[in-house]
């Protein structure tokens, strides 16, 4: 419909669920974009509209698992699936996304390497 208001005069009106654009014709008869107006949206926390914060805060599966890191910086994965009594792809994917947030990160190699926390979390 973008395309048909545009190349064929027609007028359509634009939606979509979270971007309302509104634009007024130029004298050109070109159309220009005047104001992009998000709606306010149920995401959770906050989706776009949030941002990014530099005091992140952590799930409860992430606090476990940055509790058993700091006890034990050696620890493997499958040990802390054991522990957690979380699957290992569970704890792959918290460790991914703590790595993301720039919370964890692995200093050396997979065998003899250790998790270092980089930043003070919230508890």
């Not at 971007?19 to 004298?27: E, G, K, N």
């Not at 569970?90 to 926390?117: A, F």
Request: one cysteine or more; a neutral charge; aromatic letters at 4%.
């Amino acid at each position: 419909m973008v395309f048909s208001n545009l190349l064929l005069g027609t007028n359509f009106e634009l939606k979509n669920r979270y971007l309302h654009l509104d634009y007024v014709p130029d004298a050109d008869n070109t159309a220009e974009v005047l104001t992009a107006n998000k709606k306010s949206s149920n995401r959770q926390n906050g989706g776009l509209d949030g941002g990014l914060d530099d005091d992140l805060e952590l799930t409860s599966d992430e606090n476990l698992v940055l509790s058993f890191i700091e006890e034990n910086p050696d620890i493997a994965q499958k040990m802390l699936s054991e522990k957690t009594g979380k699957s290992i792809r569970t704890i792959q994917r918290i460790m991914d996304e703590l790595k993301c947030k720039q919370i964890l990160q692995r200093v050396g190699g997979k065998r003899h390497g250790r998790w270092q926390i980089m930043k003070e979390r919230k508890r």
